[in-house]
């Protein structure tokens, strides 16, 4: 499911939050991307939707394209979301923490991505010392300063 977490467009962010919803009621595991927290996410997106600039969210499931929140929400009416869903690992229930179970991820908390260690999140990084230090762009991380949480992603 393709998301964002920026609240900028209210009916966009509830739409998110509704689709997501639905579909976690079924206790299956969600592939969640925030288009927002990574570039690579929306040019994924992007790419699967043949460069047609698709109102969020996006849902696939079993690689196949579902459709956005009407379409998702009509699903759920006529009760053909949990056909769809079938098969999919469900979500263990553990209390909280690691990836896929039930609760939030020890390591991020359910976001998928940490602060890189590598820029402390500024996306630069010092190479060489003295007067040869260059500050160069992190290797590490996104161009948020994130990186994919090793735990959950």
């Known amino acids: 499911i393709y998301t964002t977490s920026l609240r900028g467009v209210r009916r966009t962010f509830e739409a998110c939050n509704a689709v997501r919803a639905a579909i976690e009621s079924f206790g ?6 925030d288009v927002s927290m990574d570039r690579g996410f929306r040019e994924e997106l992007k790419s699967l939707m043949a460069g047609d600039s698709a109102a969020l969210p996006r849902v696939f499931v079993k690689g196949k394209y579902i459709g956005g929140a009407e379409e998702v929400m009509e699903l759920v009416e006529e009760g053909m979301l949990g056909d769809l869903l079938r098969g999919i690992p469900r979500k263990k229930d553990r209390g909280g923490g690691g ?3 039930g609760g939030c991820c020890d390591g991020c908390g359910g976001l ?12 630069k990084v010092v190479e060489g010392w003295g007067s040869d230090a260059v500050v160069v762009k992190c290797t590490e991380c996104n161009e948020n300063g994130l990186v994919r949480c090793p735990i959950c992603s």
């Open 99 to 101: 990836g896929g179970g």
């Open 28 to 33: 299956v595991v969600i592939c969640e991307r």
């Open 112 to 123: 998928s991505f940490l602060p890189c260690s590598g820029c402390n999140g500024s996306c």
